[in-house]
């Protein structure tokens, strides 16, 4: 499985951006699938994540009410939108897979693939 994130780029404060993870190979709807970041100096958190047929959702506090998980199982692509961006929100994005679940929450130890990541700046 290989995952390849894209969309990051610079937005200024109260902007959005769409992050998109492609994912390579047959049997991406079996998917678990989850979005993580990491800022300088910080830990890698959770972000959000969809279970394999987008029917739950499940988003960290802190982005909660303004981004949203979603997914393309035809396009074998998982979406985050962004919207009302604040600087806390610097930082790479990365999505990851589960193959062998159908919903892995927050745990990043569930989560078996890794894209590259996407850099998100928010300037203030």
């Known amino acids: 499985v290989q995952l390849q994130a894209s969309g990051g780029g610079w937005v200024q404060a109260g902007g959005s951006l769409r992050l998109s993870c492609a994912g390579s190979?047959?049997?991406?709807?079996?998917?678990?699938m989850g979005w993580f970041r990491q800022a300088p100096g910080k830990e890698r958190e959770f972000v959000a994540a969809?279970?394999?047929?987008?029917?739950?959702?499940y988003y960290a506090d802190s982005v909660k009410g303004r981004f949203t998980i979603s997914r393309d199982n035809a396009k074998n692509t998982v979406y985050l939108q962004m919207s009302s961006l604040k600087s806390e929100d610097t930082a790479v994005y990365y999505c990851?897979?589960?193959?062998?679940?159908?919903?892995?929450?927050?745990?990043?130890?569930?989560?078996?693939?890794w894209g590259q990541g996407t850099q998100v700046t928010v300037s203030s």
């Open positions: 990851a897979a589960d193959p062998t679940s159908y919903y892995s929450g927050n745990d990043p130890k569930q989560y078996d693939y």
């Open positions: 190979g047959r049997g991406f709807s079996m998917y678990a």
């Open positions: 969809i279970s394999r047929s987008g029917s739950r959702t």
